[in-house]
């Protein structure tokens, strides 16, 4: 195979000098081929892009050759004027190359850059994809654009949003193609704002449910308390068994008193010492409970053997209790 027959053979089409069908050729092939997963393939291809060019404008006599060259381009900008303009070519090149000398072709490498170098960055390569977009009229061109690492990036700047669509009149294809890209990512960053505002509401319930926790406690111990008063006069338990019961349902509600207090002045800032000596005051009466709790218990009382395991239960559970949560109280 002869080096020209090759460079049709890499584009998928046969010899012609209609260079829309070379273009629309090359479009397909540069989508599909990666510079940085397959670099040789993407030069090889620019090359017989460039061969097809050459063979569509020469004479029917002339051969089909091309220089492989390095490249030469000022890739800070592109000039437009009538002296020169650039082929599509050219300007895929230039944004190839542009990248690879400003070592801004993946996140990695934009790691830790200043926000002023990520900007110039990106005004340049926007400057280099808006030529290529008035070259080809194509506003493809800006999917790529938007995919690059830097860009996204800088896109969290509103001013820099601003500037991309300010940059063409209304109405135009490409300002309204950047337009639908921005609203695109403002919806997005909306939507992480949103996830993270749950988050954190459900952060803060979690939170505000673990600290109120031993007040929840503490009033189910008040109601515990309450019916451990009723509950064995109706059943007619000896005044002293009672009084056991009481006290020791009274002991464990006032530790718990005791528990969500010292938890009050870990938190208060302004004026713990309020919360230190209620906590105080509640483990004194809460000792003071147990400590009778068990004297009535051990009174010489007449009553049956089933109230007086019930009270003894009622007074050991009290007391284990009320042990275990000023053990956790203090070694938290």
Request: glycine share 2%; with cysteine.
């Amino acid at each position: 195979m002869s080096r020209q027959d090759l460079f049709w053979d890499i584009l998928g089409i046969s010899p012609t000098k209609d260079k829309t069908v070379i273009k629309q050729a090359f479009s397909k092939l540069a989508h599909e081929t990666n510079p940085e997963d397959d670099p040789e393939g993407y030069s090889r291809l620019h090359e017989a892009y460039r061969a097809a060019l050459d063979y569509a404008s020469n004479d029917a006599s002339s051969q089909c050759s091309i220089k492989q060259t390095e490249s030469k381009y000022d890739f800070t900008s592109v000039k437009t004027d009538d002296a020169y303009t650039p082929n599509d070519l050219e300007l895929n090149n230039a944004i190839f190359y542009y990248k690879k000398a400003m070592n801004a072709g993946s996140y990695a490498d934009l790691f830790g850059r200043s926000n002023e170098d990520l900007r110039i960055i990106s005004s340049n390569l926007f400057n280099l994809y808006t030529a290529l977009a008035d070259k080809t009229d194509d506003v493809s061109v800006w999917e790529r654009f938007f995919a690059e690492p830097v860009i996204a990036i800088v896109m969290e700047d509103p001013e820099f949003r601003a500037f991309l669509i300010n940059r063409f009149p209304p109405e135009n294809a490409n300002r309204i193609h950047i337009e639908n890209a921005i609203a695109m990512h403002e919806q997005s960053i909306a939507d992480r704002k949103r996830s993270v505002e749950l988050a954190r509401e459900r952060e803060k319930k979690a939170t505000s449910f673990k600290e109120n926790l031993w007040s929840y406690l503490s009033i189910a111990a008040a109601v515990l308390a309450f019916f451990a008063l009723v509950i064995p006069i109706i059943a007619g338990f000896p005044l002293t068994y009672n009084f056991a019961i009481m006290c020791s349902a009274n002991a464990v509600c006032l530790c718990l008193f005791y528990r969500d207090f010292t938890e009050c002045s870990n938190r208060d800032q302004g004026n713990p010492q309020k919360y230190r000596k209620l906590a105080l005051g509640s483990k004194i009466i809460c000792i003071i409970s147990i400590i009778g709790a068990w004297i009535c218990l051990c009174a010489k009382t007449a009553g049956t053997v089933s109230q007086q395991i019930i009270t003894l239960i009622c007074c050991l559970t009290s007391s284990v209790v009320i042990l275990v949560i000023y053990m956790i109280t203090r070694y938290k």
